[in-house]
């Protein structure tokens, strides 16, 4: 007996990748989702693990040496103007994701897992949030007990904030 496994047309995966998001939280209380189609890998590295830089606003927490490239590293809540939270902390949850070329590490509260949702959901930040923030949003979605703000992968990696220090 032989089993068939079906393996996606490239356009229906293509889809798939597209509906389908990391789920974390940037602080405390504030849910988001960032599509996988950016992110390289989720990681928890010591905060000794990066090597901070003299003379960088304070959301930028340094370099890290990961698979032999090194990758700036930044507290995402921080960048956002949310409350930051990466003072004392021992360990960092770290999201590392590429945009073209260019990694970057981004730190968040805590990791959710991976979750799915269709384009149709997304909805518009207006109102519920700053100017300053909705730069980096496509928008949200909105839950039965949350809102999850969708994160623009490619604003964050090529943010005048990070690319003007």
Request: hydrophobic fraction near 45%; include cysteine; charge should be neutral.
């Amino acid at each position: 007996m032989s089993t068939i496994i079906r393996v996606p047309q490239t356009n229906q995966l293509q889809r798939i990748l597209r509906d389908t998001y990391l789920k974390f939280l940037i602080e405390q209380d504030t849910p988001a989702i960032l599509a996988v189609e950016y992110v390289q890998e989720v990681i928890v590295v010591p905060s000794t693990s990066l090597n901070s830089m003299p003379n960088m606003p304070n959301y930028i927490l340094g370099l890290l040496n990961r698979r032999n490239k090194i990758l700036w590293v930044i507290d995402l809540a921080q960048m956002l103007n949310l409350k930051a939270f990466t003072a004392d902390t021992k360990q960092y949850n770290l999201a590392i994701i590429k945009v073209g070329q260019i990694p970057l590490g981004i730190v968040v509260y805590a990791v959710q897992g991976v979750t799915q949702f269709a384009p149709e959901n997304l909805q518009s930040v207006q109102g519920l949030v700053t100017s300053t923030l909705a730069y980096y949003l496509h928008g949200c979605i909105l839950q039965q007990q949350e809102i999850l703000l969708v994160l623009k992968a490619e604003a964050i990696v090529q943010s005048l904030v990070i690319h003007n220090t």
